[in-house]
């Protein structure tokens, strides 16, 4: 069983940085790619950022590239999403999303390829 709990979320000014974590209880984590989405208020969910199971290969969305980076730490279960230089277009509730793969370079990039899902966390940008 595979369950996602975002954290990191908050308020920063326009030009900061945040680093969202999700962490799984469970003890599988590394079978899993793992993805980042976003939805901003009035918008449909859309990919941010992806990592393989064996966190070789990323994935990122043209909007964010070179300003967040996704990384994974299977010993603690855990993905992280770093976001620099935060602008107010970053605003949103950030979600982290998990597919048990067997293709160990395998990224994920639409919502409906992931199976399991974390609640979100509120990331807003403003001065």
């Known amino acids: 069983q595979v369950q996602l709990v975002e954290s990191g979320g908050g308020l920063v000014q326009p030009g900061g940085s945040l680093r969202l974590s999700c962490t799984d209880s469970g003890r599988t984590f590394s079978r899993y790619a793992m993805g980042w989405f976003r939805q901003a208020l009035g918008k449909e969910r859309e990919f941010v950022a992806g990592?393989?199971?064996?966190?070789?290969?990323?994935k990122y969305a043209r909007s964010v590239k070179g300003r967040f980076t996704i990384s994974r730490d299977n010993a603690k279960n855990t993905v992280y999403l770093q976001m620099n230089n935060l602008n107010s277009d970053d605003t949103a509730v950030y979600y982290c999303?998990?597919?048990?793969?067997?293709?160990?370079?395998?990224?994920?990039?639409?919502?409906?390829?992931?199976?399991?899902w974390g609640q979100g966390t509120q990331v807003t940008v403003s001065s």
């Open positions: 990592i393989s199971r064996s966190g070789l290969t990323t």
């Open positions: 999303a998990a597919l048990g793969a067997t293709d160990p370079l395998l990224i994920p990039t639409t919502m409906d390829e992931y199976q399991y």
